[in-house]
T-cell receptor, first 115, second 114 residues
């Protein structure tokens, strides 16, 4: 069964803390994505990666960085968490181009609360 | 730039009613893909269907059906004889040919009341 696994379902952090959100996929997908989901705003792309060590900014990259050292793992980093980063974070992966059925496979999400 | 609009923020229906969720998209690409995802209360997004820009055939899968019309840039989703388990947030999404630009609509929250 295909799987995208996010390291934590729920996290509570304090303002200024460094936060790591980890995502691992077992489908040999080239593309990996980090989205943020907020009520009424849908899913907004933070960063994506199409290969190891490659990354591209999405729509809302400010305050975030990412790391992709291995094909199966894509990490989202909040260098200094702020209260406006309280949100649901969704990791997803897909094949590149027209391989497979082309859809994104999502993890279960990580709900981050910054106090 | 690509954009997806789901004008209906929330819809409530009574069980067994039919309901249509609207999706309108914008893109300058000639090759693109459209998707519908379901997000139940548990939170995980579940893939429902993919359509590519060259395939305008409507699709039916059980109680679900999809109407893709390029002329109006719409990809609407109908649930027939709705059930309480259909209660969820539904997202329409648009992807470019390379799979690196996935844009989601804001979602429609569907509540099916018993």
């Amino acid at each position: 069964d295909v799987k995208v696994t996010q390291s934590s379902r729920y996290l509570v952090k304090r303002t200024g803390e460094k936060v790591f959100l980890e995502c691992v996929q077992d489908m040999d997908h080239e593309n990996m994505f980090w989205y943020r989901q907020d009520p009424g705003l849908g899913l907004r792309l933070i960063y994506f990666s199409y290969d190891v060590k490659m990354k591209e900014k999405g729509d809302i990259p400010e305050g975030y960085s990412v790391s992709r050292e291995k094909k199966e793992r894509f990490s989202l980093i909040l260098e200094s968490a702020s209260t406006n980063q309280t949100s649901m974070y969704l990791c997803a992966s897909s094949f590149v181009g027209g391989r497979g059925t082309g859809e994104l496979f999502f993890g279960e999400g990580s709900r981050l609360t910054v106090l | 730039a690509q954009k997806v609009t789901q004008a209906q923020t929330e819809i409530s229906v009574v069980e067994k009613e039919d309901v249509t969720l609207d999706c309108v998209y914008e893109t300058r690409d000639t090759t693109y893909y459209l998707f519908w995802y379901k997000q139940p209360p548990s939170g995980e997004l579940v893939f429902l269907i993919r359509r590519n820009s060259f395939d305008e055939q409507n699709e039916i899968s059980g109680r679900y059906s999809w109407n893709f019309q390029k002329s109006t840039s719409s990809f609407n989703f109908t649930i027939t004889a709705s059930q309480v388990v259909d209660s969820a947030v539904y997202f329409c999404a648009l992807r470019d040919n390379y799979g690196q630009n996935f844009v989601f609509g804001p979602g429609t929250r569907l509540s099916v009341l018993p």
